[in-house]
C-alpha cells in the first residue's frame, strides 16, 4: 500500500500527477485532499484551462460541464483571473449546465442561470451562443422536448471532455437525487426535502425554494471524458464517504461515478474527515502514533467498546488495529493511565489561568493574574451560545474581558421584529421618517422578507441592543463591547463580499489597541452563509500581520464551537465545566438575543433553538467525559488552542 498524502504546496505539480498514490483499500474513487479548498480551486482551475488551451492549439471546441453552487465559486474567480491576467480566452468554450430550478425566471437571482453569468459568463469572452443551461421557465409541456434536444446537442459536440461537478447532502450529483439510475438523461425531477433545507437560507425560507428542477442525467454526467467533484467541509464529509468507500446504490446516486474510469473527487480536510484513513487510520494500516492520534485512538476505542479509559484491556487494542500503539507504549495499563491524565489535564474551572497555582499540567497559565482577553463573536450571539459559560466564569474571576461583534447580523432579523421595534419608535415620535418608512414598506409586503437601507439600519440596531442585554447580564461594561460592524458583511443579502483589507485592518486595530493575553475565536465554522469562516480569517489574517510584535508572544488563542457543531473530545484542549446554575445562567445570556428566537431566520437544518444546541451540545460533550471514566459535570464548554 502506498501512504496517502496531504498536499500542501503543489506549485510544481498538477493534482493529476499527484494522482498517481493509490488509494487505500476502503477507496473506490481517486481523491486528493488539499490542506484548504482555495488552493484546491486554483489547481481546478489550471486543469480547465489546461484543456481549453489544448483544444485550442488543436483547433477544437472545448465542450465544459459546469456546475453552480457554493463548491466551484473558487474554481470560477480563478478562471475569471487567468482570463484577465493570463489571456485565457473561452472563445472555443462551449458550456452545458447540470440543472437549473423548476420553475424559474433566468432573472431570478436565485436561479442558476444568474449565478453562471454572475460568477463566470459575464466576465469572460465566451460567446452567449456557446453557453447551455437548463431552462426553468419552459411551459410544462415543453420540457420534454427541451430535454431531449439538451441531450442531442451535448452529443453533437462530441459530449463533454470536462464535467464539474458538486456533491449534495443526499448524495445527488445535478439535482440527481436519490432514487436516480445509473443511465437517467436529462430531465425534471423532484428535489429532496434536505436539499431544499439546504438551499432555504439563500432563498429566505424553505417555502420559496421551488420542488423541482430540471438535470442532466448520471447517464449524461457519465459520458463525460474526465470528471472533477468538488466538496468542502465538513457537513460533505459523511456523504463523501459513503460516495467513495460505499456500494454503489441509487440511494447515493454520486456512487454511480465508482464505475467511471477518470474522476476524482477534490477535498479538503473538513470534507475528507471520515474518510477511514482519515478517521481511523489504524484501521488502514502502519500509522505514525502522533500524540493527537493517540488521543483520537483511545477515545475512539472506548467508543467502540462502550469502556472508561482504564478499562480497556491489551486485547481491546490489538483487537481493533493499534497493535503497534501498544508496541510503542508498552501495555493497556501504562497506555490507559497516561491517556487519563491527558484528558484530566483538559479540564479546568479557571479558563485564564489559576492564581499561584502550578500550571504545568493546567491549559492555561497561572499568570499574569489579570489577564486582558478578547472574544470575538462573528455574529452578535455567538459568545453567548458558544462560550457563555466561560465568558462567566472569565467574568468573574476579574479578568478584563472586552466582546468584539464582527458582524451586525442585521439580515437575520425578520421584518415583522423590525416593525414591531418602528411602531414602538413611531408612538413615542409620530414625526420620525425612518420609522414611518419602514412602517409603510413592510407593511406594503407583508408576506415577503426583504431589506431596505432602514431596515437594515433598524435590524443592526435591534441586534446591537440585545447584545448589551447579554453582555451586561454578564457583568461587563459597554465601554468593553465593540460593535465592529465589518464591511464585508454589509451586502444586505446573504451574498457576502470576499474579506478584504478593510475587516482585516479593523480586527487589527482593536487586538493592537487592547493588547490580549488571550483571544476566543469562533472556530465552528458550519454556519450556514461561511460568514464564521470569514471572520475567522480576519483575525488569523490580523495575528499574522502583528504576530512579531512583542505583546503576541503572551497572546494564546482559542477557537470555540458551538452553534453549528462541536469539538470532537479529541480535539479539546481545554473543556471548562459548568455547574446546573451556570448552565441556567448561560440560557438567560442567550435569551437576551430574541430576535434569533422562536422561528429564526437562519436556522440551518438543525431545527433546534440556539440556546437548545448549545446546551445539549455541552452536556454531551460533559457525558461523554464522563463515559471515559472522569469527573462527572452537568456540562462543558470546550475549545481548541490555534497556535500561530
Ligand atoms: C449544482 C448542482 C448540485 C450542487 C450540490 C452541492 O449545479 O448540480 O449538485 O453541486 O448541491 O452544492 P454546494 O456546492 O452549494 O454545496
Redesign the pocket.
Known sequence: MVAKVHFKNLEDISYREAGIFENTRYEKIHNIVFDESNRASEIVAREIAGFMRDKQARNEKCILG????????RVYEELVRLHKNERLSFKNVVTF????YYPMEKENEQS?HY?MHDHLFNHVDILPENIHIPRGDLKPDEILDFCIDYEKKIKAYGGLDFQL??????G?????EPGSHNSSRTRLITLDYL?RT??APSFLGLEKVPKR?I??GIGTVKEAKRIVL????E??ASVVKETIEGTISSQVPATYLQGHKNTTFILDQGAASMLTQYHTPWKVGPCEWTEDLIRRATVWLCDLTSKSILKLTDKDYNDNGMESLLAQEGSAYDLNIKMFNVLQHTITGWPAGKPNADDSNRPERATPEKKRIIIFSPHPDDDVISMGGTFDRLVDQGHDVHVAFQTSGNIAVSNHDALKFAEVGLELNPDNAVFKKIVEQVKAKPEEEFNTPELLKVKGFIRQKESLGATRYVGINDTNVHFLNLPFYETGTVKKNALGVADVNIVKSLITSIKPHQIYAAGDLADPHGTHKVALDSILQAIEDIKSEPFMNDCWVWLYRGAWHEWGIHEIDMAVPMSPDQVLRKRKAIFFHQSQKDGVMFQGDDSREFWVRAEERNKDTALKYRRLGLADYEAMEAFKRYHF
Do not use: C, Q, V
Not at 449546465?97 to 437549473?100: G, M, P, R, S
Not at 461537478?165 to 443526499?170: A, V
Not at 468538488?230 to 467541509?233: D, E, F, K, P, R
Open positions: 459546469l456546475a453552480t453552487g457554493s463548491s466551484p465559486i449546465n447540470l440543472d437549473e442558476y449565478f461537478l458538486g456533491i449534495g447532502r443526499t445527488h450529483i445535478g439535482f440527481n436539499t439546504d438551499a428542477a438535470t442532466m468538488l466538496a468542502w467541509g457537513n460533505k
